[in-house]
């Protein structure tokens, strides 16, 4: 299994940012995957997830302001990140959903400024 995380990025406050996951080797018909970041307390903290058939989730922090999509026949996760705060900045992966793989990517880092 391979997740190779990209479309981070250095921006201000307020703008978005859309940054894709390619997947390899699930079966993404029915596999949830997830957005994760660096946590506190936790290694990695799920900020988002998405079904197969589409249905999210997402940690109070960003409702409203992010959304997760996919496109199975890309084999690609999505999350757009609209209204960007600078409590947004961290590392975000993404990986199966509860149950996530050993196989993490490098992530892709997100640094918001004021």
């Known amino acids: 299994v391979v997740f190779v995380e990209a479309g981070g990025g250095l921006v201000q406050a307020g703008v978005s940012l859309r940054p894709p996951c390619v997947v390899s080797?699930?079966?993404?018909?029915?596999?949830?995957l997830a957005w994760f970041r660096r946590g506190v307390v936790e290694e990695r903290d799920m900020v988002a997830n998405?079904?197969?058939?589409?249905?999210?989730y997402y940690i109070d922090s960003v409702q409203g302001r992010f959304t997760a999509y996919r496109d199975n026949t890309k084999e690609t996760i999505y999350l757009k990140m609209n209204s960007l705060k600078p409590e947004d900045t961290n590392l975000y992966f993404c990986?199966?959903?509860?149950?996530?793989?050993?196989?993490w990517g490098k992530g892709t880092q997100v640094t918001v400024t004021p």
């Open positions: 080797g699930i079966i993404m018909d029915v596999q949830t």
């Open positions: 998405i079904t197969a058939a589409g249905r999210t």
């Open positions: 990986n199966a959903y509860p149950w996530p793989t050993a196989e």
